[in-house]
């Protein structure tokens, strides 16, 4: 756990400041922006940077991944910068559920990967790249991007503890568990053969 080093009420605000930034939902408004559908009514239904992929624009799926990873890793800077430890791991946690569960949306958000990665990056870059390099390798060898985040979750936890960041062990535990559930569908997939695989539109 890390030192409480801000007042409750300080924390309750970055709370809420972080999950405002993480429902962001960027898919959906760059889906948008740039005539591509409703991303509701394509391939998964998702609103993230793999299904974006499947509308065939790769520089709005680009724009998607590093746009959910920025919001996450802005989350979390600007709370340790501003209100220290305790606050950037409320950030980090925050963020993701503010992904996953969007309020503009109804709550029916995307499925977390790009902004953990972003999270992760900002927060502990070691264990960022550790987790990027997991999920870059996962997706290579099956071209299926859902096997890349339960590898890039896997990781992070191992990391956080042998990089010399134990203090935020709670913060990857809770995020590689939110990862598992938001892909409990795509894990039955994966088991059942019936994946998609990255690049397969529709």
Same mark, same amino acid.
């Given at each position: 756990?890390?030192?409480?080093?801000?007042?409750?009420?300080?924390?309750?605000?970055?709370?809420?400041?972080?999950?405002?930034?993480?429902?962001?939902?960027?898919?959906?408004?760059? @889906?948008?922006?740039?005539?591509?559908?409703?991303?509701?009514?394509?391939?998964?239904?998702?609103?993230? @940077?793999?299904?974006?992929?499947?509308?065939?624009?790769?520089?709005?799926?680009?724009?998607?991944?590093?746009?959910?990873?920025?919001?996450?890793?802005?989350?979390?800077?600007?709370?340790?910068?501003?209100?220290?430890? @305790? @606050?950037?791991?409320?950030?980090?946690?925050?963020?993701?559920?503010?992904?996953?569960?969007?309020?503009?949306?109804?709550?029916?958000?995307?499925?977390?990967?790009?902004?953990?990665?972003?999270?992760?990056?900002?927060?502990?870059?070691?264990?960022?790249?550790?987790?990027?390099?997991?999920?870059?390798?996962?997706?290579?060898?099956?071209?299926?991007?859902?096997?890349?985040?339960?590898?890039?979750?896997?990781?992070?936890?191992?990391?956080?503890?042998?990089?010399?960041?134990?203090?935020?062990?709670?913060?990857?535990?809770?995020?590689?568990?939110?990862?598992?559930?938001?892909?409990?569908?795509?894990?039955?997939?994966?088991?059942?053969?019936?994946?998609?695989?990255?690049?397969?539109?529709?």
């Amino acid at each position: 756990m890390p030192p409480i080093d801000s007042s409750p009420t300080v924390l309750i605000l970055w709370a809420v400041l972080a999950y405002l930034m993480g429902s962001i939902p960027f898919g959906m408004v760059l @889906a948008q922006v740039m005539n591509l559908g409703n991303l509701r009514e394509i391939g998964s239904g998702n609103i993230g @940077a793999t299904n974006v992929l499947r509308t065939g624009n790769k520089t709005a799926a680009a724009l998607t991944l590093l746009l959910d990873a920025a919001k996450g890793a802005v989350a979390v800077l600007l709370a340790q910068l501003f209100a220290g430890e @305790a @606050a950037a791991q409320i950030a980090a946690f925050s963020a993701m559920i503010g992904h996953c569960f969007p309020v503009w949306l109804k709550f029916k958000g995307g499925k977390g990967v790009a902004t953990f990665l972003g999270i992760m990056l900002a927060y502990a870059w070691p264990v960022g790249i550790g987790c990027c390099i997991a999920w870059l390798i996962s997706v290579a060898l099956t071209r299926i991007s859902s096997m890349g985040a339960v590898a890039a979750a896997s990781a992070s936890t191992i990391l956080l503890v042998f990089l010399g960041y134990g203090h935020a062990l709670l913060l990857g535990i809770l995020l590689t568990i939110l990862l598992y559930v938001r892909h409990h569908e795509n894990i039955r997939r994966i088991k059942a053969g019936t994946e998609p695989k990255i690049g397969n539109k529709g």
